[in-house]
């Protein structure tokens, strides 16, 4: 059972456009919501994240909304830029000892110059 | 700051041969220590969590195994490697208490011939 869905395996975006990336979960108890960056052949990079008790998080570029009723959040990247290419993936969890984080599939985000 | 060091980067083995990946952390303490492995075309899948010295937990039922002799230090481990350990294996650390990202070594790439 994928609680985590990326349901957009990519994205194409032309330089200085908006990328939006979606993500959808299942799991009611989830309260914590994270997006992470990843470059082939390295770990993922922490890049953002949200708490239940919030609708909008923003870091400079980048701004991750969430809808709780709709089980719904997205990364927007604006201005996005050639460097943000990558694979970028979602991820969840919920209060609890030890922060086990529910990972989504990944969508692949290509910045055309 | 904390940094997080993950080797080997690359590694092929033969089938039935025994497996060790070190992880250490620097820059804090008490940390919690996570491995994960990515499939191919797959998200992120928890295989072994950690809250202190010598606490595992298992969260999928497989060949591997993980110790934590010291605080910073995670190891994961295999007596006799299937084909079906390939992939690309990350450990991560996080913070205790609720509501922290983790982060991410560079991985491993196993390749099992």
């Known amino acids: 059972d994928q609680q985590v869905k990326q349901n957009s395996p990519s994205l194409s975006v032309q330089e200085g456009r908006i990328s939006i990336l979606n993500c959808d979960y299942t799991?009611?108890?989830?309260?914590?919501f994270l997006w992470y960056k990843k470059y082939p052949a390295e770990g993922p990079t922490f890049l953002i994240s949200?708490?239940?008790?919030?609708d909008k998080n923003e870091d400079g570029r980048f701004t991750v909304f969430l809808n709780k009723s709709a089980k719904h959040l997205s990364l927007h990247i604006v201005p996005s830029q050639p460097g943000d290419s990558a694979v970028y993936f979602c991820?969840?969890?919920?209060?609890?000892?030890?922060?086990?984080?529910?990972f989504g599939t990944g969508t692949k985000l290509q910045v055309i110059p | 700051s904390q940094t997080i060091h993950q080797w080997p980067a690359t590694l092929v083995q033969p089938v039935g041969s025994p497996l060790s990946l070190e992880c250490t952390v620097e820059?804090?303490?008490?940390?919690?220590l996570y491995w994960y492995r990515q499939a191919a075309g797959r998200g992120l899948q928890l295989l072994f969590y950690?809250?202190?010295?010598?606490?595992i937990s298992s969260e999928v039922p497989q060949n591997l195994s993980a110790s934590r002799p010291q605080d910073r230090q995670f190891i994961l481990s295999s007596k006799k490697l299937l084909l079906s350990d390939s992939g690309f294996y990350l450990c991560?650390?996080?913070?205790?208490?609720?509501?922290?990202?983790?982060?991410f070594g560079d991985g491993t790439r196993l390749s099992i011939l």
């Open positions: 949200i708490s239940s008790i919030k």
């Open positions: 991820a969840a969890s919920y209060s609890g000892g030890y922060q086990k984080v529910t």
């Open positions: 991560a650390w996080s913070d205790r208490g609720s509501n922290q990202p983790q982060h």
């Open positions: 799991n009611s108890m989830f309260d914590y």
């Open positions: 950690s809250v202190g010295i010598g606490q």
């Open positions: 820059g804090t303490s008490n940390p919690n």
